[in-house]
């Protein structure tokens, strides 16, 4: 069984940036190398959305929210996951969860997830 632990989060002023790191274990590095990983959020009152996700095959989808500001990486021989944001807004303020799964999987709720890290930006 999969397991993620997502580190990074916490409260930072509007502009600023963080990076969130996720590291996994119980998967050997040849299928987290083969794997889809990505970040969902879930804001207060919000239904949870994709962020950003790279496919097996290297498909980087990020949401249009995020574009320009949000760069997701991978260290396979970490087996580590990373969002770094960049000029944070309010609006990015939510439980941030690292996944592993094929998007389509993860869209519908199945696939790996961490237990979350709260990213609050202050206005």
């Known amino acids: 069984q999969v397991q993620l632990a997502e580190s990074g989060g916490g409260l930072v002023q509007a502009g600023g940036s963080l990076r969130l790191s996720c590291a996994a274990s119980?998967?050997?590095?040849?299928?987290?190398?083969?794997?889809?990983v990505g970040w969902f959020r879930q804001a207060p009152g919000k239904q949870r959305e994709l962020v950003a996700h790279?496919?097996?095959?290297?498909?980087?989808t990020c949401a249009d929210s995020v574009k320009g500001r949000f760069t997701i990486s991978r260290d396979n021989t970490k087996k580590t996951l990373y969002l770094e944001m960049d000029s944070l807004k309010s609006e990015d303020t939510a439980v941030y969860y690292c996944?592993?799964?094929?998007?389509?999987?993860?869209?519908?709720?199945?696939?790996?997830w961490g237990q979350g890290t709260q990213v609050t930006v202050s206005s």
């Open positions: 996944t592993v799964g094929a998007i389509g999987s993860l869209l519908s709720g199945s696939g790996s």
């Open positions: 119980g998967i050997s590095g040849i299928l987290f190398r083969i794997a889809g």
């Open positions: 790279i496919s097996s095959g290297g498909t980087t």
